[in-house]
T-cell receptor, first 113, second 110 residues
Framework: AQSVTQLDSQVPVFEEAPVELRCNYS??????LFWYVQYPNQGLQLLLK??????LVKGINGFEAEFNKSQTSFHLRKPSVHISDTAEYFC???????????FGDGTTLTVKP | DGGITQSPKYLFRKEGQNVTLSCEQN?????MYWYRQDPGQGLRLIYY???????QKGDIAEGYSVSREKKESFPLTVTSAQKNPTAFYLC?????????FGPGTRLTVL
């Protein structure tokens, strides 16, 4: 069994400030890790993914995440946010053996002017 | 353009009626998935298929049915047995490294 916990349901931040969205996971097998973004009434769009290799992963729109195996975390960061980053963000783990993913409950990022 | 299409975008049905949501992909992916999303919650897996003519139940399969007769298509039927079907439904396909999502169908049961 696997699970994903997004530690903050809502994160308000001012424009041009840094932000971190936290994600912890548990799994008994090796997994792939993902962050997705969802704008209102739309599907999910991939921000970045960790499959193997370097633990620091860079994605689109200036986002990056660091895989920490000992702490089973995959936190998402951006050094300077923009109004357009306001959206829902989902962390997910993919079990390659079972062929399915588990998603966190999401974090609502609100960027204020 | 390659991608996933879901239709319709909005769907209204009367209580007790079955309804089928369409999902088509032209990405040549083997695996396809159906998720349900409720306000304030993450995505919950309904059904998934890793190959044509085969599919597995996800975490909340009760009241739903699927078929996978073609690689490109994975329709979802919401039956009258589903107690609370009003939700946002997302279809995805996968090349096993990442999932690609459709735009979603918002189903409202009146």
């Amino acid at each position: 069994a696997q699970s994903v916990t997004q530690l903050d349901s809502q994160v308000p931040v001012f424009e041009e400030a840094p932000v971190e969205l936290r994600c912890n996971y548990s799994s008994s097998v090796s997994v792939y890790l993902f962050w997705y973004v969802q704008y209102p009434n739309q599907g999910l769009q991939l921000l970045l993914k960790y499959l193997s290799g370097s633990t620091l992963v860079k994605g689109i729109n200036g986002f990056e995440a660091e895989f920490n195996k000992s702490q089973t975390s995959f936190h998402l960061r951006k050094p300077s946010v923009h109004i357009s980053d306001t959206a829902e963000y989902f962390c997910a783990v993919h079990n390659t053996n079972a062929g399915k993913s588990t998603f966190g409950d999401g974090t609502t990022l609100t960027v204020k002017p | 353009d390659g991608g996933i299409t879901q239709s319709p975008k909005y769907l209204f049905r009367k209580e007790g009626q079955n309804v089928t949501l369409s999902c088509e992909q032209n990405l040549n992916h083997d695996a396809m998935y159906w998720y349900r999303q409720d306000p304030g919650q993450g995505l919950r897996l309904i059904y998934y298929s890793q190959i044509v003519n085969d599919f597995q139940k996800g975490d909340i399969a009760e009241g739903y049915s699927v078929s996978r007769e073609k690689k490109e298509s994975f329709p979802l039927t919401v039956t009258s047995a589903q107690k609370n079907p009003t939700a946002f439904y997302l279809c995805a396909s996968s090349n096993y490294n990442e999932q690609f999502f459709g735009p979603g169908t918002r189903l409202t049961v009146l």
